[in-house]
């Protein structure tokens, strides 16, 4: 059984599932470090400035160009997505973001999307697109 990647606006439990999985995913940590300058001495011990940030990133494909109807258009999916970007009121953040994929799961706030846009019907309707997630936590 095929299970599909899903990610979820936990703020209102919306999700959206990949219409076709990721072939990769990133995942990095960083932590940045400072070290104190001491007349005379130079660099001291290096100390952590900042740490524990973590960056989810994916690229979705999709593709609705073997679809018949309405469903060909992939604006309505991405316009979803985008909607996500927006920040709440309370917390001046994105909502928060669950993507889940099979056993795998990352949380975070939506902090990069990419469009770019492939394939198009005589009319101008995008079928075809390369989505470029980020999530931070």
């Not at 660099?43 to 109807?69: K, M, Y």
């Not at 009121?89 to 889940?100: D, G, K, N, R, V």
Request: hydrophobic residues 40%.
């Amino acid at each position: 059984m095929l299970v599909r990647a899903t990610l979820t606006q936990l703020s209102t439990l919306e999700s959206l599932d990949a219409l076709w999985n990721p072939q990769s995913y990133r995942i990095r940590r960083t932590n940045r470090f400072a070290a104190a300058r001491a007349p005379g001495v130079g660099l001291g011990r290096l100390q952590a400035a900042q740490g524990g940030e973590e960056r989810f990133e994916v690229r979705l494909f999709l593709d609705t160009s073997s679809i018949e109807g309405s469903g060909r258009d992939l604006r309505p999916w991405v316009r979803r997505l985008e909607g996500w970007c927006e920040p709440e009121e309370a917390t001046s953040l994105p909502p928060p973001i669950l993507f889940h994929w099979g056993s795998f799961r990352f949380r975070g706030h939506l902090e990069e999307l990419a469009e770019e846009w492939l394939l198009f019907d005589p009319d101008g309707t995008p079928t075809r697109a390369w989505i470029d997630i980020v999530l931070r936590k």
